[in-house]
């Protein structure tokens, strides 16, 4: 029998959110004074777990510090994972999410491959809207603009041994960001490197954890060196016979679009979603539009998730059968690539007549902008009102 004294283990319910105001609040800055990640909304959510009792109360309280102990499993074993996000404001000045669902089951994912808690995903995402609507003022009103949502989940156990964690805080913070491109696509050039493995079979490449993370800022560092953006990921074929696979980039999905060397036929190729691969919903968007969208199917393009290796890249440059490249994400949507660095060898990528995107990256691009913003209606926009 339940007893006063015995709460039931329980998830989240979005109907007990307690809300804390600020009684300070920030000055916000001109949009085109925004960097990336650097200013943050007035708010923050926190939703604490512990084994005993299960998901707490979930608080909006003012923006600050979180107080932890120095145990703290997140902060020795990597027990950490997050989200990226945004919010829009569209035409009638009304916040907008997108596919803000598919968000929350990719953490419960990503906590689920650190043995911390999973959640009630529609409850959490239920007080994320009421973050979001509060802090709807830090939502800069202006196209390409929007204010960057970093769900996080981290281990507060204080135990040094390495173990589930018995105690986790979920919390929301939130950035308002300006548009990756202010004057237009600017293409980058991709270092592929045999040197370094993001991901690999049994890993956890699939999942958001700060532990894919923080390696690859050095690997990041030598793409730099050598005049490019970001590191092509490569990764060892399992059947060990020296293929390297193509996976993605920096935090980015990759595709290729060139013409099949059997067919001749425009083929938009990206890497199977096999284990070793971040399911983007930037990439899993772009798949469907490329399948679905009535205007983008005209385009006659085949879909093709598989493995490829960076051998088959380097060929179809030098076959002259590359047509356009581009890696996607939350940050920028897509991101047009025109050339690739391997073996000290550069292979150049069209990108599109203007030199800057090809016509699947550009089109794209205004799609899921067009959808994001609510120019066109759209089950994918969740709308606030
Ligand atoms: C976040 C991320 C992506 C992009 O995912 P979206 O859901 O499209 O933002 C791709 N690759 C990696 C490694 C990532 O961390």
Excluded at 124 to 134: F, G, I, S
Excluded at 342 to 370: C, Q, R, W
């Amino acid at each position: 029998m339940l007893t006063a004294f015995h709460r039931l283990y329980s998830d989240v319910n979005a109907a007990n959110l307690k809300v804390q105001l600020t009684h300070t609040p920030k000055e916000k800055l001109a949009p085109e004074n925004l960097t990336f990640g650097t200013t943050f909304s007035d708010h923050m959510l926190e939703i604490d777990w512990d084994a005993k009792d299960g998901w707490h109360d979930p608080h909006i309280v003012p923006f600050g510090n979180l107080e932890l102990h120095p145990a703290s499993s997140a902060l020795h074993y990597g027990l950490e994972c997050f989200e990226g996000m945004k919010a829009y404001i569209d035409g009638e000045g009304k916040a907008r999410l997108f596919r803000p669902m598919d968000n929350f089951n990719r953490l419960n994912d990503s906590c689920a491959r650190l043995c911390m808690p999973k959640f009630n995903a529609k409850e959490v995402e239920k007080c994320l809207e009421e973050l979001v609507r509060l802090d709807k003022g830090w939502i800069p009103n202006k196209e390409g603009y929007s204010l960057y949502l970093r769900p996080t989940v981290i281990a507060t156990h204080p135990i040094l041994g390495i173990a589930p964690a018995a105690r986790v805080k979920l919390f929301v913070i939130a950035s308002p960001v300006g548009p990756y491109y202010k004057d237009g696509f600017k293409p980058i050039k991709l270092w592929a490197t045999k040197e370094y493995v993001r991901a690999f079979p049994g890993g956890t490449g699939n999942t958001k954890v700060g532990g894919n993370y923080g390696p690859g800022i050095l690997a990041q560092q030598q793409a730099a060196s050598r005049g490019c953006s970001q590191v092509l990921w490569l990764t060892p074929g399992t059947q060990c016979n020296g293929d390297l696979f193509c996976t993605e980039v920096g935090a980015m999905n990759q595709f290729f679009l060139w013409k099949d060397k059997k067919t001749g036929k425009p083929t938009l190729v990206t890497a199977p979603l096999d284990g070793t691969i971040l399911p983007g919903i930037t990439r899993r968007s772009i798949l469907e539009l490329v399948r679905e969208d009535p205007e983008i199917k005209k385009m006659g393009i085949t879909v093709e998730e598989r493995h490829y290796t960076i051998q088959e890249v380097c060929d179809t440059v030098k076959d002259g059968r590359m047509i356009e490249a581009f890696g996607c994400g939350t940050a920028a949507i897509v991101t047009p690539v025109n050339g690739i660095q391997f073996e000290d060898v550069d292979y150049a990528i069209p990108a599109g007549k203007d030199g800057v995107a090809g016509d699947l990256t550009n089109a794209v691009y205004h799609k899921m902008l067009s959808i994001q913003y609510g120019k066109e209606a759209h089950p994918w926009s969740v709308l606030l009102d």
